[in-house]
Structures are given as C-alpha cells and as structure tokens.
C-alpha cells in the first residue's frame, strides 16, 4: 500500500495494515521516520511498485497536488487498487435533506474539493472515492473541545449533520479491497444530529456543564466555522452497506463518543 499523505485517519489505516501483514509507504509534506517526503523521487519508484494506492491529500489553491504532481504516473500504474478520500462537502446545500451518491454535486462552498473529487473519478476506471463527513475518533472529537472548554453550543436546530468515526472509515477502505465495483461510496453514520446535541451528549459523559447557547448572529466564530452552518445535509450511506458489506461499529454519535471516553 502507498498512502500519498499520512495524516490522521490514514495514520490509523497504516496501523492496521502493517498489522495484518502489509508493507505500508506513506508520504507527508517533509519526510520523517514514519513517512518519505511528498516530491522525493521514492514516491514515483512507490507508486510503480504498489498494489494499492491511497491519496488523502485535500486540494490546495484550487488543485489537487497529487494529481498536479503524479497524476500520469498514476493513471499509468500497474496497482490493481486506487483510491481517495474525499468529502461529503461536495453536495453543498440540500436544506437539511438526505444525499447520497446520486446527488449533484458542486454547489457548495468547497469548489476545489468537487474538482478534485470528479478529477480522480475521471483519473482511471478502477478508482474508489470515499465522500466523507465530519470525522472524529480518539483524541479528535468533541469530548476534547469540551473538555478544553472550547466547545461552542449553537442554536440551531434544523442544522443537522453526519459524521464518521475513523475505525469505521478504516474498515470501510479495508473492506474496498476485496468488495464493491469502483466509484464513489459515502461513509456516515446513520444518525445525522445537530452540533448541539452531540455537545450536550459529551458534557453528560464527562459530568459537565453545558456551554451556554448561542444564536449564530451573536456567535464569535471563525469564517470556516461559520461556513460550517451555511450548508445543511444528511448523508446516506446505503451503498457502503450493501456493496461493501460494511455493518457500522459506531452507527451513531452516542456510541462512537462512549468508544472515544
């Protein structure tokens, strides 16, 4: 397996692989003893060599630097696996109604991330695309901001989201391997809630006080955060069940955060 950017989910698919037996190459920006720089010319010897490749790479000034770099060496690669790790944001806006991977797409804030997810589809016939929401897992999850003190209760509650625990989406790109045609799979949880719900749920477990709640207008947040509230879906991920055959160990926020304390 190439991983083309080891960060936080793939760090966590690198474990488990290396676990079962995989020899496992990772990229990062700079390289380090866990990972070879992203521009050293092992990464084209890696990608000639690997029977899977992953790239969870986010675009950056409106391209994808994977493909930027090494998408002809990619298109061209003996690897009988390829895929991506893209994001539910795609969809933008559907006023608090279900998508799934049939819905349109690109109209949304996050523009460079639809070019990104359509140029991979188009990159090769065997590539995986896996669109994924909010994602959280230990040490990466509300239970953290609201111990730290930095969780923001917001009211608003027809603003409904889905979210992913990271062992899940593991299992998900395991299962890949062996099971369903290529294309695009959502991976989410089967509960999309709002923001304030699944705070209160993490202050019930760790026996605290609720942050106070806020309207949006009177809210202090960052642009990105803000950006956050101005597009409202909930994913469905009937495809991941059925073709990857992929039964959630944390089908909703409840218990992937009872897993996460």
């Keep these: 397996m190439l991983i083309l950017g080891l960060g936080y989910t793939t760090t966590l698919l690198a474990r488990r692989l290396v676990d079962i037996g ?15 720089a992203f521009d050293s010319d092992d990464v084209a010897a890696a990608i000639d060599t690997a029977t899977h490749i992953l790239s969870s790479v986010p675009p950056v000034d409106d391209h994808d630097p994977v493909l930027t770099r ?16 893209s994001s539910t944001g795609v969809y933008g806006d559907a006023g608090g109604a279900w998508v799934d991977e049939a819905s ?18 188009q990159l090769r016939d065997d590539v995986r695309v896996f ?25 608003a509650p027809s ?5 992913i ?9 395991e299962a890949s391997f062996d099971r369903g045609a290529p294309g695009v799979f959502n991976i989410a949880d089967e509960e999309p809630a709002t923001s304030a719900a699944v ?14 709640l806020e309207s949006l207008g009177e809210a202090r947040m960052s642009p990105m955060a803000r950006g956050f509230y101005a597009e409202s879906r909930q994913v469905a991920a009937g495809k991941m069940t059925r073709e990857l055959g992929i039964r959630l160990t944390f089908p909703d926020f409840r218990s992937g955060l009872r897993a996460c304390l």
Excluded: K
């Design 22 to 36: 995989w020899r496992v190459t990772a990229t990062r920006r700079q390289g380090d003893g866990d990972a070879i």
């Design 70 to 85: 090494y998408g002809a060496r990619l298109a061209a690669a003996p690897a009988n696996w390829v895929g991506y790790l």
């Design 104 to 121: 349109p797409v690109g109209f949304g804030r996050r523009s460079a991330r639809m070019a990104a997810d359509l140029a991979w589809q």
């Design 131 to 155: 669109r994924l929401p909010g994602i959280y897992g230990p040490g990466r999850s509300v239970i953290d901001r609201v111990r730290a003190g930095a969780a923001q209760r917001i009211d």
């Design 159 to 163: 603003h409904r989201f889905s979210r």
């Design 165 to 173: 625990h990271v062992d899940d989406i593991v299992r998900s790109v």
């Design 199 to 212: 705070i209160e749920y993490a202050c019930n477990l760790l026996g605290m006080t609720y942050p106070p």
